[in-house]
């Protein structure tokens, strides 16, 4: 069955970088996302990785992806206290199915 | 565009008592979902419907039901709540494309 796997807490300091990792159990899976969640909000795609790409660029986002290993991270360059919010891994295993999402990652970024 | 539109934003409930959550999108959408997000469990899957007129069972359908109304409308329906069920529930539509669900602004549900 699918199962995703995120460390709970990450704090950093403004202007740092930060790296948010992933894991993930089923091989099949075709498609991989990064989803947002500010306080009191819902949730918001930031980024995506299909299974057959290594790795994506998007401005301040870089995504890596190790088929391998079936770890997936999200480093964001230059980190602002904006960016404080819990971050959830998904995958997907086709564009059409459902989600699976792990239980996210609390990102805490101070001045 | 609205997106994706729930109501109520919060409820309150006794134990037995039953509610309907309304979800709504506008963006023509074929697909939609109802989570329901607790502490540090994720997000987790109720039910969704793949296209207008069909249904199926999530992760966790126990205690809950849903409406596909229209193409625009799914409903989760308690019919007996309990403690259990206190949560927040985000309502989610897509049009199928492989890396994108909208996200609605959630239902924060207290059972008492």
């Known amino acids: 069955g699918e199962d995703v796997e995120q460390s709970l807490f990450l704090s950093v300091r403004e202007g740092d970088s930060s790296v948010i990792n992933c894991t993930y159990t089923?091989?099949?899976?075709?498609?991989l996302y990064w989803y947002k969640q500010e306080p009191g909000a819902g949730l918001q795609l930031l980024t995506y990785?299909?299974?057959?790409?290594d790795m994506k660029q998007d401005q301040r986002l870089t995504v890596l992806l190790n088929k391998k290993d079936k770890h997936l991270s999200l480093r964001i360059a230059d980190t602002q206290t904006g960016d404080s919010a819990i971050y959830f891994c998904a995958e997907s295993l086709s564009g059409y199915s459902t989600l699976t999402f792990g239980k996210g990652t609390m990102l805490l970024v101070s001045p | 565009n609205a997106g994706v539109t729930q109501t109520p934003k919060f409820q309150v409930l006794k134990t037995g008592q039953s509610m309907t959550l309304q979800c709504a999108q506008d963006m023509n959408h074929n697909s939609m979902y109802w989570y329901r997000q607790d502490p540090g469990m994720g997000l987790r899957l109720i039910y969704y419907?793949?296209?207008?007129?069909?249904?199926d069972k999530g992760e966790v359908p126990n205690g809950y039901n849903v409406s596909r109304l229209n193409k625009r409308e799914f409903s989760l329906r308690l019919e007996s709540a309990a403690p259990s069920q206190t949560s927040v529930y985000f309502c989610?539509?897509?049009?199928?494309?492989?890396?994108?669900?909208?996200f609605g602004p959630g239902t924060r549900l207290t059972v008492t």
């Open positions: 419907s793949a296209s207008e007129g069909t249904t």
């Open positions: 089923d091989s099949s899976s075709t498609y």
């Open positions: 990785i299909f299974s057959n790409m």
């Open positions: 989610a539509s897509t049009d199928g494309s492989p890396y994108e669900q909208y």
